[in-house]
């Protein structure tokens, strides 16, 4: 069954795993994406996590489809999730002329966009997609409090941020976290803990390389992220892929397991935000989060990728 945790100490109440979608609308049309949102939430996901700019990463989409088409799939179940979306990337001149993308401007013309593009008149997680360099932090978050003022946004995170970034006032921040990159607990996971802010992973099974699916040896399965993606599948990253692999028989966990629930057992972790090509995918990733391990695990764990190294 599904776990559920609250994010950091003011945020919402979210399940273990998220459901990313970085898919909807790029690799995957209407039928599909309602077909993962729907299998998703039949495993008790409620975290639904994307972003202003989704949708436009190739296929034939353009930005602001994933928010769409997330938002059609969760007709009539929105205010049983908890949905989530990002501003701050490029979106092109309509956006631009509303000047730097943590400025005050700016966000209250985003948050209309998505608001449109989502179906609804509230957003429960605001998230700032990176720093855009220019706009003092303070301004951002002054924006996002007149937000939450006005009912419009529930809570705001952040992600792509620093620990010397962080600031008070975000329930979250995402970061690129993973059991074969674990550099967020150098500097980000103890300026989270002292902010209250959860951390929420993102390509929690690098780019597929912990999802089992590739092999030493063997060619990376066709239109897989890493059939075209150079620096993965190196002979040191395989290595530590059959240590995990081998941990997990040992416990009589798949590695999928591993990934997402070692991920969601590590200091800070709110919830592991997963991508989901199938319906069968949503569904394995939220069953991952069953395993729960234990202090000797995790220290097993940190024998084969140490707290703080990158692999990959």
């Known amino acids: ?4 945790r609250w994010l950091g100490h003011t945020g919402p109440h979210v399940s273990v795993v998220g459901l ?12 599909a994406t309602r077909a993962v949102v729907h299998a998703a939430l039949d495993a008790g996901i409620i975290l639904f996590d994307t972003a202003d700019t989704y949708g436009g990463y190739g296929g034939g989409g ?3 489809d994933s928010e769409r088409l997330l938002g059609a799939a969760l007709k009539g179940r929105r205010d049983s999730v908890v949905l989530a979306t990002k501003f701050g990337m490029a979106m092109g001149p309509e956006y631009d002329r509303f000047g730097p993308r943590g400025s005050r ?5 985003a948050v209309q966009r998505s608001l449109r593009r989502l179906g609804t008149d509230y957003i429960d997680l605001y998230q700032y997609h990176e720093p855009d360099g220019v706009t003092p932090v303070a301004e951002t978050v002054a924006a996002l409090e007149e937000l939450v003022a006005e009912g419009v946004v529930r809570h705001y995170g952040c992600s792509n941020m620093t620990g010397p970034q962080l600031v008070a006032g975000f329930v979250s921040t995402q970061v690129r976290y993973h059991l074969l990159d674990r550099t967020a607990e150098t500097a980000l996971t103890p300026a989270a803990a002292r902010l209250g802010t959860a951390l929420l992973p993102y390509y929690p099974l690098a780019n597929g390389l912990l999802s089992g699916k590739y092999r030493r040896g063997e060619a990376p399965p066709p239109g897989s992220r890493l059939s075209w993606r150079e620096g993965w599948l190196t002979d040191a990253a395989l290595d530590r892929v059959e240590a995990l692999a081998a941990y997990g028989a040992e416990r ?4 999928l397991h591993v990934a997402v629930g070692g991920l969601a057992a590590l200091p800070g972790v709110g919830s592991v935000i997963c991508g989901a090509m199938t319906p069968d995918q949503a569904t394995a990733n939220a069953a991952a989060a069953e395993w729960i391990p234990d202090a000797a695990d995790l220290a097993a764990l940190d024998a084969i990728v140490a707290p703080g ?3 990959v």
């Open 1 to 4: 069954m599904m776990r559920y």
């Open 20 to 31: 990313g979608g970085n898919n909807f609308g790029s690799r995957l049309d209407e039928d």
């Open 62 to 64: 353009q930005a602001g």
């Open 105 to 109: 401007p700016y966000i209250r013309h």
């Open 252 to 255: 009589g966990r798949p590695l």
């Open 309 to 311: 190294e990158r692999v």
